[in-house]
């Protein structure tokens, strides 16, 4: 009884499990960027307003409404470790965040995107704040 208690708790705290339960609307309440010109910080900017909305469907339908009410429709899913969200729009187009943190009130996602040709690397860090919308 005590094992299958653990499992059971153990089980609950996988991404995948609260991503479930947490199906529905999501508002974006902040979004850090930080540029990086060859490893060196280049801009390091918040926004806080204007930004947009993510929709999770259980059925792992979604879309994403940006601040100026573009819709973009996508599918989701979690990747083996449960630890980072993958979208795929209808053009292809892949946003990967990882996960770092999330319970049924608030997400943090987190991506990396890199491009240039050496010796000029862009970096782009972006860390999103999203609070289920209620």
Same mark, same amino acid.
């Given at each position: @009884?005590? @094992? ?8 609950? $705290?996988?991404? #995948? ?11 974006? @309440? $902040? ?17 806080? $307003?204007?930004?947009?909305? @993510? ?32 979208? +795929? ?16 009130? $608030?997400? +943090?996602?987190?991506? +990396? ?13 972006? +860390?999103?704040?999203? #609070?289920?919308?209620?």
């Amino acid at each position: @009884m005590t @094992m299958l208690l653990a499992v059971m708790v153990l089980g609950c $705290s996988r991404p #995948e499990k609260i991503m479930v339960k947490n199906d529905g609307l999501w508002k974006e @309440m $902040s979004l850090r960027t930080k540029t990086y010109l060859n490893d060196q910080v280049l801009l390091d900017i918040t926004v806080n $307003s204007n930004l947009g909305q @993510m929709y999770f469907g259980e059925d792992g339908n979604g879309w994403y409404q940006d601040g100026n009410g573009a819709i973009t429709n996508y599918v989701w899913g979690l990747n083996a470790d449960q630890d980072a969200l993958t979208r +795929t729009d209808a053009n292809g187009t892949v946003w990967k965040n990882d996960i770092l943190d999330i319970n049924r009130k $608030s997400m +943090t996602l987190f991506a +990396t995107y890199t491009t240039g040709v050496f010796p000029t690397i862009v970096k782009l860090e972006t +860390t999103t704040v999203l #609070e289920r919308v209620k």
